[in-house]
């Protein structure tokens, strides 16, 4: 059915940037929302940044004005442009899409596997 896939990941240090893409693929029939989650550890899955079909976005307060998300309807695919990256911002990072398949009419929730996000001090 429908995959996502995560790239862009890797090690940085402080106060670099790194840019994450994930696209969607398979039998897709729309995509609403998509976004971005992280998850560090020892703690919980927690929103980074969204943004619709129409391109309103929603940023997590501890990296507005920090981080940047972006879409490009016709490959599929969001980006999270992050900038100034701190050593609290390593994570492992899931992108997710709010997609209906060709077969199945319901929306559901789609994640990516991750990818590895790094800030070394």
């Known amino acids: 059915q429908v995959r996502l896939v995560e790239s862009g990941g890797g090690l940085v240090q402080t106060g670099g940037s790194l840019t994450l893409s994930c696209a969607a693929s398979?039998?897709?029939?729309?995509?609403?929302?998509m976004g971005w989650h992280r998850q560090a550890p020892g703690k919980q899955r927690e929103l980074v940044a969204n943004?619709?079909?129409?391109?309103?976005?929603n940023y997590a307060d501890s990296v507005k004005g920090r981080f940047t998300i972006s879409r490009d309807n016709a490959k599929n695919t969001v980006y999270l442009q992050m900038n100034s990256l701190k050593p609290e911002d390593t994570a492992v990072y899931y992108c997710?899409?709010?997609?209906?398949?060709?077969?199945?009419?319901?929306?559901?929730?789609?994640w990516g596997q991750g990818t590895q996000v790094t800030v070394s001090s």
């Open positions: 997710n899409a709010d997609i209906r398949g060709t077969r199945i009419f319901a929306e559901r929730r789609f």
């Open positions: 398979g039998t897709i029939f729309s995509i609403n929302a």
């Open positions: 943004i619709t079909s129409g391109g309103n976005t």
